[in-house]
């Protein structure tokens, strides 16, 4: 990602090419992700179109570009990626042993592996919750390990449903970010990633508490989708959604939204400590707004990516790049607020207690362009219908 | 800046109102939604098409001067930034930067400054040495691009706003104003449209819609525009040849797909290809997408069968989905309208889970795999049968035979009004799966020269067992063509409708029992005669023969309320499908895709470069650094810290560091 010009580390005393900086970890991390891209392309090239391939090769650059950045990545990774792997192997191609080996059943089977992340990011929930309010570092460490784990699920499931829907029907199988079920796994998966980078960046575990909030609220609604709706449910894709602009549009628009959240449960964060409650533990006025502002701006950043890549879709998809459908609208209802929220503060200079406000109510617009289209407005976008 | 950010603010609560108002309807469901008291005022406002209404337009504009602008304003400033090292900054204005430090150098000023220099560059700065009088200053910058950033990201709003303009209908909209063009609001066929409502094939940009069957060409397309419509004529004409839909095994559609021939009015040149959904197909700068499809008018033939005459003889009908004919029946003049042919019926009878059962529910939430049943009914064909009162009641007929228990049927639904759901009528299939068996013996059910027949040979039997005799043969024989001749003028509703008016409430039921019994007995023996008569052999009447004749009573009884005197039997079809064709020409297109380039890298460069400036001034014994930033925050203050400590390192040992 970019945003390391923003390391609030000491910079390194000679700034030389980052190459130089490189260490054995980064080399070695980089060839793993290198040989896991060679093997998936020798072996499934002839199933990919040449755009899927260059996004294969974008996803790979990009992860390792990501494991410089952050260097936690670089074990999270090959880590929760070999889980998945052996959850595939496990199969052996029959979807049916997902219900009868001990291993998939329990754990690597991807719906097994979605119910340990909900049930770990509830968790984490509440250790964070009594890491802030007893004070203890430890049990802060454990939340923090606890929300690591339920990311590496949310990888774990990703892959492995990617794999179990090629088992249901070689024609059913697509990559696991084309309804609200997948993309809201999606983003809990990148809100806590994005969490945990912070948490790292500023060294303080302390708004874990608010942060895994919003993530448990999504929690909650997968857990309803699945029992109520069966939305779990592994569903072939539409002719409009057999598009490589979706592999791309929906990740870029979900690292929007979980920024968006996350900034969201900062601002919430940041009144609390104006108003003195938890304010001896919580970090200090200025790093909240700090961080809050540097969510806002990956967010901003990536969801103009993403609201183009849509554009650049919709001209394939809908006969143009723009029809102003509920959802187009509401995406840049979204953009224009945000692009406001950032003018003020870079140029006018805002700090404080309105912008916490304003993240706020960003949230809730953002939440509305994400569910409410597409419960209440009609429109050509309601694939991802509740 | 304050109007830019409150015109942000603005146009985004104005996109609101377009999204929670259904845009570009028909403008009666309109007034139906909202009554012609609120319709008038809704309309002038333009608030069925915001995105096109003249204010909302001006707010655009609005959005795109103030930036230019803004631009403009900035432009000079930035170009300068980025050019000039401020190297003739005043001590007086670096001591009295925020970020600054003064330190008593040790060394020699060349030497230091050789140092410092040496230190920026690899900081990555770019620096301009200005020998003064007073010493030496040392001016430093790094990350200009941050400025570049904000011209970028603004001229990025201009070019997508100018392409979105190029491909609005703003041109369209003014022609309509000033009278040239004029929308289009009868119905009437293309040909005759006037040329105040057709645009020539020159018109820059549209986005339009056309819908072929297959086989057929057309080389117009049609804008609809608030109430009516504008006809768009096209540099070439599009065939389709053929439509292509697929189903996964789940039901859900997999693949739709339009084979097409286009042929340039001009050259005569043909290029033919392949649209689908999320591939259009690109013909000299308009591009054609697939947006719908549908029956095309489908060629049916069916078997008139009639539901209450002697005759067990169909007649033949052909017929075209999609068109209306005239029909006569028994005299009475009919008209058929025809509607949707479909060629499959894809119907999910999924298995609902139980809840409340926990281990059930956690079972299900561990398959991906979705337990769907589906099932295909086969062809369908709606129509409605209108009298010469204008009364019509709407049918549905499936062509494919529909299995239940083992035993097959013919299943016909007819309703009387739009809303209501189809009662169906299952009509039993003979041994050899056709009508005929059924059908012949409802003709001998209806004909009164066959009752007293069937009336005997039932006498005969009930005779023969001993069942009855003598003196009460006549009465049975009578009983028994009476409850036929009730039977057949409205079958079972008739008879309950007598027992209703005539029988004491303490007998009827067991008068109904008599009146069933016989009906049972009759139906075999009707069945026999019908098969005599079609000169067929008699057959042995078994479990499943007996529930096909009670499955016959019961059809013909229903044939009472099935409201038309016949039955359409679909034989055969030969489909005709038709495509639905949207297609535009956006030249603004490149232009927008431009400009989002320019945004993405506007913004990255505002938001991950920073620009920083070092001013160092060395003079005998004196050192002073200044550092800015167009960013006051933490990361500031750490750049400065690690250039304060170079500079102490290459100042040498302060007695008394003063600041
Ligand atoms: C895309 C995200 C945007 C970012 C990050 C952004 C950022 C900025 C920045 C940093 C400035 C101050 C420039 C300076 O004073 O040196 C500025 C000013 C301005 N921006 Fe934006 N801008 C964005 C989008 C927009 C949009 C969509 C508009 C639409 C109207 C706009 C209109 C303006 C205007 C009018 C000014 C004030 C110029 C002035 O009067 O000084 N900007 N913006």
Redo the contacts with the bound molecule.
């Keep these: 990602m970019s945003t390391s010009t923003l390391a609030a580390k000491p910079l390194s005393k000679a700034a030389q090419p980052f190459w130089r900086d490189l260490r054995l970890g980064d080399h070695l991390f980089a060839a793993f992700v290198l040989l896991v891209a060679g093997i998936v392309f020798n072996r499934y090239h002839a199933a990919m179109d040449g755009y899927e391939q260059a996004i294969l090769a974008g996803a790979t650059l990009a992860l390792i570009a990501l494991g410089w950045f952050w260097k936690s990545v670089r074990v999270f990774f090959p880590v929760a990626g070999l889980l998945a792997l052996g959850g595939i192997a496990l199969y052996g191609g029959d979807l049916a042993r997902g219900q009868s080996a001990f291993w998939l059943k329990y754990a690597l089977a991807s719906q097994s592996a979605a119910m340990w992340m909900c049930v770990l990011f509830f968790l984490a929930t509440l250790v964070y919750w009594g890491g802030l309010l007893r004070r203890s570092a430890t049990l802060e460490a454990i939340a923090s390990g606890l929300t690591w784990a339920a990311a590496g699920a949310a990888v774990v499931w990703f892959f492995v449903r990617w794999y179990e829907g090629y088992l249901i029907g070689p024609d059913i199988g697509h990559v696991p970010v084309s309804n609200l079920y997948e993309v809201f796994i999606l983003f809990c998966l990148i809100t806590s990633l994005m969490y945990l980078y912070y948490e790292e960046r500023f060294a303080t575990r302390r708004m874990g508490a608010f942060v895994l909030l919003v993530v448990s609220a999504a929690v909650g609604f997968i857990l309803w989708y699945t029992f109520d709706r069966q939305a779990h449910e592994i569903q072939p894709l539409i002719p409009a959604l057999q598009s490589w602009w979706m592999k791309i549009h929906v990740p870029a628009n979900f690292v929007g939204y979980g920024s968006f959240a996350l900034a969201a449960m900062l601002g919430v964060a940041q009144l609390l400590v104006a108003k003195g409650w938890l304010a001896s533990r919580l970090p200090a006025y200025e790093t909240i707004g700090e961080v809050m502002y540097r969510a806002i701006a990956v967010g ?1 950043l990536f969801f ?1 990516i993403a609201t183009i890549l849509g554009a650049m879709w919709a001209a394939d998809a809908w006969g143009g790049y723009w029809s102003w459908d509920p959802k187009e609208t509401w995406a840049l209802i979204v953009w ?1 607020n945000y ?1 406001a929220w ?2 003020v503060r ?2 006018k200079g805002w700090r404080g207690n309105v912008l916490a406000w304003w993240a706020v109510i960003g949230l809730l617009v953002t939440t509305f362009a994400f569910l409410g289209v597409n419960m209440f407005l009609a429109g050509l976008h309601s694939y991802g219908g509740l | ?1 304050r ?2 950010i409150s ?2 603010v603005i146009v985004a609560v104005a996109a609101i109102i377009g999204t929670v108002l259904q845009q570009n309807q028909p403008y009666p469901d309109y007034v139906f939604e909202f009554g012609d008291f609120w319709f008038q005022p809704f309309q002038w406002l333009g608030l069925f098409d915001v995105y096109h209404a003249s204010w909302f337009l001006l707010m655009l504009a609005f ?1 795109v001067v ?2 230019s ?2 631009i403009y ?2 432009l000079p400033g930035i170009l300068r930034d980025i050019r000039s090292y401020r190297e003739h900054a005043s001590l007086k204005s670096l001591r009295a930067m925020a970020h600054h430090q003064e330190l008593t150098l040790q060394t020699a000023p060349a030497a230091a400054l050789e140092q410092v220099q040496l230190w920026l560059q690899q900081r990555g700065y770019r620096y301009k040495l200005h020998a003064r009088e007073d010493g030496q200053l040392l001016a430093a910058k790094k990350g200009s691009m941050q400025r570049l950033g ?1 011209l970028l ?2 001229s990025a ?1 201009v070019v997508i706003c100018l392409g979105g303009l190029l491909d609005g209908n703003l041109p369209l909209k003014l022609q309509t104003e000033l009278g040239i063009k004029q929308v289009e609001l009868r119905n009437v066929p293309q040909s005759q449209i006037p040329p105040q409502s057709r645009l020539s094939e020159g018109n820059l940009s549209f986005r339009g819609n056309i819908n072929l069957a297959e086989g057929t060409a057309a080389d117009v397309i049609f804008l609809n525009a608030g109430r009516g419509y504008f006809v768009q004529e096209l540099p070439f004409s599009i065939r389709l040849k053929q439509f292509h839909i697929e189903h996964y095994s789940t039901g859900q559609p997999k693949l739709f797909a339009s084979d097409i021939e286009v042929m340039d009015r001009a050259t005569g040149k043909v290029t033919a290809g392949t649209v689908k959904v999320n591939h259009p197909l690109i013909v000299n700068g308009i591009a054609i997408y697939q947006s719908s499809f549908g029956d095309g008018g489908s060629h049916l033939q069916f078997a008139v069968w009639d539901w209450h005459g002697k005759s067990a003889k169909p007649v033949e009908l052909k017929a075209t989905s999609q068109t209306t004919q005239s029909f006569d029946w028994q005299g009475a003049p009919l008209t058929l309208e025809f509607g949707d042919f479909r060629p499959f019926n894809i119907e999910n009878i999924g298995a609902e889970p139980q809840p409340g059962d926990m281990a059930k529910l956690l079972q299900d939430a561990r398959q991906v795999k979705a337990q769907k049943n589906v099932k295909n009914l086969g062809p369908s064909i709606q129509f409605k049968v209108r009298d010469g009162q204008g009364q019509a009641r709407e049918y549905l007929n499936y062509l494919a035979p529909f299995e239940s228990e083992g035993r097959y049927y013919l299943m016909s639904g007819v309703r009387s009004e739009v809303a209501a759901p189809f009662a169906f009528v299952r009509i039993p299939l003979d041994e050899d799966f056709k009508v005929d068996g059924f059908m012949q013996l409802r003709a001998v059910l209806s004909d009164p020269n066959a009752w007293p027949v069937v009336a005997r040979r039932m006498a005969d039997k009930a005779e023969h067992d001993g069942a009855i005799s003598g003196p009460f043969r006549k009465e049975f024989e009578q009983s028994v063509g009476w409850v036929l001749q009730r039977y057949s003028e409205g079958g079972f509703a008739a008879l309950e409708r007598f027992l209703g008016d005539r029988v004491p409430e303490d007998k009827r039921q067991a008068v109904a029992q008599t009146y069933i019994k016989l009906l049972q007995g009759a139906v075999i023996d009707a069945w026999d005669l019908s098969r005599e008569r079609a000169g067929e052999a008699p057959l042995a009447v078994d479990e499943k023969r007996y529930r096909f004749l009670m499955d016959s009573l019961v059809a013909v009884s229903a044939s009472f309320d099935y409201g038309s005197g016949f039955y359409l039997q679909p034989q055969s079809f030969q489909e005709v499908k038709s495509s639905g064709f949207q297609l535009t020409r956006s030249p603004g297109k490149d232009l927008v895709y431009l400009g989002s380039v320019l ?1 993405v890298l ?2 990255f460069c ?1 938001f991950y470069i920073r620009e920083n400036r070092i001013w160092v001034w060395v003079a005998e014994g004196r050192l002073l650094m200044a550092l800015s930033s167009n960013r006051r925050d933490a990361l500031t203050e750490t750049e400065f810290d690690t250039h304060r400590l170079a500079m102490a390192g290459i100042a040498g040992p302060q007695e008394d560091s003063q600041t």
């Design positions: 901003f103009t224009l692009a950032l003018h870079l140029v | 800046m109007f830019a015109l942000l959005l103030s930036t602008v803004c304003r900035h904000y990201a603004h709003i945004l506007g913004i505002m």
